[in-house]
Antibody, heavy 111, light 108 residues
Framework: MQLVESGGDFVQPGGSLRLSCAASGFSVRSNYMTWVRQAPGKGLEWVSSIYTGGNSFYIDSVKGRFTTSRDDSKNTVHLHMDSLRPEDTAVYYC????????WGQGATVTV | SYVLLQPPSVSVAPGETATITCGGDNVGGKSVHWHQHKPGQAPVLVMSYTTDRPSGIPDRFSGSGSANTATLTISRVEAGDEADYYCQVWDGSLNRLVVFGGGTKLTV
């Protein structure tokens, strides 16, 4: 089982970015999928999770700006980030389930 | 909001036992998960549902929980165990679905 993130980049404040997380070895539609970030010098912070039914949940600081979605045909989850702020600068990890038994290697977002 | 408290750092000599605590209101009544994070690498789940050790994790790692404290214990500590360790819970009744502790830096 593996998760591979992509899409990390440098973006100006107020800009947008979409991260992708491609899964192999399991189906994303059969598992909860989670995004976690780590800002420079800080600890791990939960960002969002998407349930098998498609409902998504977010930390308060990104509500209304970030959207988590799933493409079952590509076995991929996405994190679409709008209105980016400097405090969103972090390495973003995707992980399987709400207890994160499989982690990706991370994608760096710099705002 | 729900808070998990961890000591910022723990230091042990090789071969000794490291104990990392995670404090939270009635955390013993929740399922606690522990993640090991080394610089530049993806985190790794080292303990799930408080006491379950995932496949591939050495039996030197063990977990426990009671009342307001969950504990990750690493016996016969090795240099390769040096990392940041995070406790974590998820609970649909919480305002924040998933909560991480602040992390503990284990120095060997």
């Amino acid at each position: 089982m593996q998760l591979v993130e992509s899409g990390g980049d440098f973006v100006q404040p107020g800009g947008s970015l979409r991260l992708s997380c491609a899964a192999s070895g399991f189906s994303v539609r059969s598992n909860y999928m989670t995004w976690v970030r780590q800002a420079p010098g800080k600890g791990l912070e939960w960002v969002s999770s998407i349930y098998t039914g498609g409902n998504s949940f977010y930390i308060d600081s990104v509500k209304g700006r970030f959207t988590t979605s799933r493409d079952d045909s590509k076995n991929t989850v996405h994190l679409h980030m709008d209105s980016l702020r400097p405090e969103d600068t972090a390495v973003y990890y995707c992980a399987r389930e709400l207890f994160m038994d499989v982690w990706g290697q991370g994608a760096t977002v710099t705002v | 909001s729900y808070v998990l408290l961890q000591p910022p750092s723990v230091s042990v000599a090789p071969g000794e036992t490291a104990t990392i605590t995670c404090g939270g209101d009635n955390v013993g009544g929740k399922s606690v998960h522990w993640h090991q994070h080394k610089p530049g690498q993806a985190p790794v789940l080292v303990m799930s549902y408080t006491t379950d050790r995932p496949s591939g994790i050495p039996d030197r790692f063990s977990g426990s929980g009671s009342a307001n404290t969950a504990t990750l214990t690493i016996s016969r500590v090795e240099a390769g165990d040096e990392a940041d360790y995070y406790c974590q819970v998820w609970d649909g009744s919480l305002n924040r679905l998933v909560v991480f502790g602040g992390g503990t830096k284990l120095t060997v």
